[in-house]
């Protein structure tokens, strides 16, 4: 065996120096299904997946979607022991399991088809072979190959969905496979157990093995091959059993080549996994020792182990997997639970500070010399770091016994080192560590020994002419010492009397600032931001917050000021964020994006800010107005930062919290995305998901189906800052500020075409122009659809107009109603009425005649045309009556009219009415002639036939009425145009009228007659 001499000569281990990733641990508490993580994989959409032993977890960066394997269900996960996760080009899962054979899952179906199960059947002979499923990789035809517990590697087609053997299993040797990794020439390379490596061309099937590796008890390297992994360099490393990792180099891939064992340094274990970020670091997941990193160009290893005593280490030794997705971020699935390291933060180097009592140590000021020595101004005393060096020298600063509290470094023009401190302010010399008050300081009351206060600020400035060193004795307003005369004015001076002379309001000052011009800007507490033009001549100017003022600032609490390279002022304030001030115009711009507890401010290169903001480092790009917040793991557990930020001569920054510090270079900080990439992840209606519709431009909803809500992601994992907004155009007037809520919901909405938008930030308020977005239509009810009210007004408007017809032509009907009874009563009641008259003045004459014969005569005609008068005012008013609007009164009233007369006659009547007898007859014009049209026919036979039978049979078939009326009388000329009247009675019409109202029915009248042989009337009438 060929050993890896290179390595073992020239590596070594290192642990944290230079390279010391921070962990963060992610477990059930946060939502995870499982502790125990046994793959990991990012999709393309950027989700990150974690299979458990508990089922198969999606992640965004703060929520987990869990998916489970339910019992006697297909349309779910096949397996609750998730061993691998693979996806294809098509964007499809493939989740390997080890007790449930393999699924797969493509979020784009309806959720019920959106997992599809391949369990193992001993009836199907094509199916998956067993439920044991160890790894799943595809080859360049787009064949799955899966590794199984005990019948080898096994080929899936993925359009037959079919299983089969990929070879000869009798020579094969081994059955069990833990591990594949493909080459560049369609070689895919088998880890077994028992058996070491098998090659397999996947295009032809040949395949290759080391037949020494039949001899189970044969002496051979990586007998049993866990782990197989491909570098950049397309060098294979292995894991394997004998707890040793194997490397193949790429010009020594031949099977039967011993393969060199791993660099020194590398512990021995079983390495299950592998992974290489873009430093060109191999990563390691050992079984028992945690993660091992190998460099590959310093050839330097690094361990990281579980420590329960140091924060940030691995949660766990037992690492199952190590993955690296596409923005570098490390994770490393354990046996307790999940960690993660992001190389973002990376740069930000954290120095912790020994606590030498019981009490905190807290930086109050930093200062670079010009030897790059670092000095750090704290609680308790002195903190020097020389250049290139990781030793931190502490000092203690006495003066008069008292150990002294170095607030702030101060050099001044001629070089003299002061420092401020809780005493007083003192020159310091540095070699020699010692200090020295001013002097005659012991005769100002405030600056001999201050009370319950620290120097906090220093500039050098002129006054009335003279050089001063400008302090601020936080608490005690401002004090300056006269460099010309030697002596310290401070509040307490009755000749000077500052406060009032310079109108110093605020007691708490918390720095100074001199801008390009000389003019001293001054950070007060609580009365804004104060400008004090150069020399001190004139009192302070103030510039504060007014409610009802956009220009103003936007809180009196003034923290910290710069001015930047193109004169710009921009100021932090402890309650209202970042403002930028433009002096000329004295207006203020808040930064609304911006935190608002905003500290200390301090640029890089590009002249961007750089933030302390609620314990976090933050930073506002000031061209495009991007937001960020860097929020370091290994801060979480502690306050945060706090205070001001010091920029050294190589652009590096310092920023302290309790007990430590930190430094970075902003150069090397790379940029958060300030808008992640949002994906619709379901839409449910009532509760009910129809995810599937969301991979459509367009959803189409019916009216019903109004109450719905969308769910939304940003996959993100630099800190926990996404925020989304999202808009529903039609509805929402403006932009809906969702913060972390990751759904929308929508209520009764109408009918009608909506737009869905949504997209996410890493910062709120952030200007972003990207957003996804999908149509929504609700097709309204048909009833508010406009063809449908165009329908109904159409019908209202037609039954109107019918309603009016009706209403016109019965007052028409009722109108023709009047004529005809006027008609009649003029035709038969005014002539008979008449023809009385004129008989009465003839009875008159025979009376006085004495004529008895022709006046008896004449008296009874007078009583019959009377009687026959009546007679037809009665059929009038039954005519008119609608109680007799049925066929059954008519029929009765002929009856009851013709039997009697007949019987008189001595005439044999006979009557049929074969008919719906309740039949209406609703128009009373109809009822009326069709009744006088049978009464005249009979009445004629009666009085002028002479017939001994009078036969009339009625019949209605549907709306038609058929009439005969048969007598074997003494007949006449069926077409003479005559009526009879041989009696000279008054109200007949005869054969005339019936004619006359025939037509006025459009009714068919035929009329049979010849002398001698009798008469028949056949009469035809639509009744409705």
Known sequence: MRLFLIFILLCNTAMAQGFNPYFTKIGTEKGLSHKKINCIIQDKRGFMWFGTEDGLNRYDGRYFTVFRSEPNVTSCLSGNIVSDIYEDKQGLLWIATADGGMTKYDYRQPPSKQFRQFKHDRKNPEGIPENGINKITEDNQGNLWLATSGSYAVRFNKKTEKFGPALNEKDMGTRGILSFESDRNDILWVGRIGGGLLKINTRTLAYKEDRRYHNLYANLPHNTVTSIFKDKTNAFWLGSWDNKVYRYSPDRLDIGVSPEEAPAGVPADEMASFAEDNSNRIWMAGKNTGITVYNRLTRQVYHFRHNPYVEGTLTNDHANVVYIDRSGIVWVGTDNGLNKYNPLFSPFVQYPLKKRDDNNVIVYDFYKDEQQKLWIGTSDGIVTKENNSQVLDYRNVMYKGQKLAVTKFFIDQDKTFYIGTDYTLFKYDPA??????????????????????????????????????????????????????????????????????????????RKFYADRNGNILIATNKFGLGDWQRGGISPIKYYSSGIMDKNSISSDNIFDIYQNRE????ISTYGGGLNYFDKGTDKFTHIRSSSNLTEGIASDDEDDLWMLCNGHVNKYEIKSKLY?????????????????????????????????????????????????????????????????WLDHKTIVLNYFQNFFSIEFSAPEYTGDNVSYSYMLEGVDKSWIQAGKHNSANYTNLAGGKYRFKVKATNWNDTEVSNYKSIIIIITPPFWLRWWFSSIIVIIISTIAYFFYRYRVNTLLEQQAIRNGIAQDLHDQIGSTLSSISVYSEVAKIYQGQDKATQLNNILETISHTANEMINDMADIVWAINPKNDNLNSIMVRIE???????????????????????????ATWIRKNLYLILKETINNAIKHADCANLDVEVRVVDDMLYARIKDDGIGFVSNAD??????????????????LRAEELKAKLVIDSNPGSGTVIQLSVRIK
């Open 432 to 509: 020699t560590n010692t200090v020295i008050p001013l002097p005659h300081t012991d005769e100002d009351p405030v600056m001999k020994k201050l009370f319950s206060s620290r120097i906090v600020s220093i500039v050098r400035d002129t006054i009335n002419n003279h050089p001063v060193l400008l302090v601020s004795p936080y608490g005690h307003y401002l004090a300056y010492y006269d460099l010309r005369e030697s002596k310290w004015v401070s509040r307490t001076d009755s000749v000077q009397q500052i406060l009032k002379r310079y109108d110093i309001k605020d007691n708490l000052i």
């Open 978 to 995: 005559f009526s009879y009247d041989a009696t000279g009675s008054l109200g007949g019409n005869g054969m005339t009228n019936i004619r």
């Open 896 to 922: 009851n009219f013709a039997r009697p007369l007949c019987k008189v006659k001595n005439i044999n009547f006979t009557f049929r009415h074969v008919a719906k007898s309740q039949a209406n007859i609703a």
């Open 628 to 692: 960020s917040s860097y929020e370091l793991p290994f801060l979480q557990s502690s306050e945060g930062l706090m205070g001001y930020i010091y920029k050294d001569n190589e652009n590096n920054l310092y920023a302290a919290g309790v007990n430590y510090y930190i430094t970075f270079n902003p150069g090397k900080i790379a940029k958060i995305p300030p808008n992640p990439e949002v994906f619709l992840t379901d839409f449910k209606i009532f509760n009910k998901s129809f995810s599937h």
């Open 567 to 570: 004169g710009n002022f921009w």
